[in-house]
């Protein structure tokens, strides 16, 4: 088990697994009034959230699946990265797709968080690479 602080300025519980084998722990709204989401329109949702992550790790932000499929409301920049040396407080980028308004209300869950390890690379210059069979297919080249 990782422990991580966190410094929680909202009303709102810690974010936290809602089953014993989910990844993401979900991220709530901390907001002093709602906010509206025209269709099409983005804007970034507060949760109160201040985290202190080790070196080594990330915590991604990811859309709830039942925003996605009820209203069209995701997280725009999917997966959203906060790095280890980050602390000011967890926004969610939201978006809605939706074609009607979709209201934000205080305390909603509105995103998961997953935290996960990570590694750093030191880059090797080369004026070649090992053959595959794959080799330089792009998109859509390994089949149905």
């Known amino acids: 088990m990782l422990n991580i602080k966190i410094i929680n300025k909202s009303t709102n519980p810690l974010p936290k697994y ?5 990844a993401g722990m979900d991220l709530h709204a901390n907001l002093s009034e709602p906010i509206i989401l025209n269709s ?9 959230l201040f985290i202190e992550l080790p070196i080594g790790y990330e915590a991604q932000v990811r859309p709830r699946s039942g925003l996605a ?5 995701t997280v725009l920049n999917s997966p959203g990265t906060i790095d280890s040396d980050y602390r000011g407080e967890i926004q969610v980028l939201l978006i809605n797709h939706g074609q009607i308004p979709f209201e934000v209300q205080h305390g909603e869950r509105i995103a998961q968080m997953i935290i996960a390890q990570h590694e ?16 330089e297919g792009g998109y859509g080249s390994s089949g149905k």
Do not use: A, F
């Open 18 to 22: 809602q089953t014993e084998e989910s």
């Open 40 to 48: 099409g329109e983005r804007k970034l949702i507060p949760t109160g």
């Open 69 to 73: 499929l009820k209203h069209g409301v």
């Open 120 to 135: 750093r690379v030191s880059w090797i210059p080369t004026q070649s690479l090992t053959d595959t069979q794959r080799g």
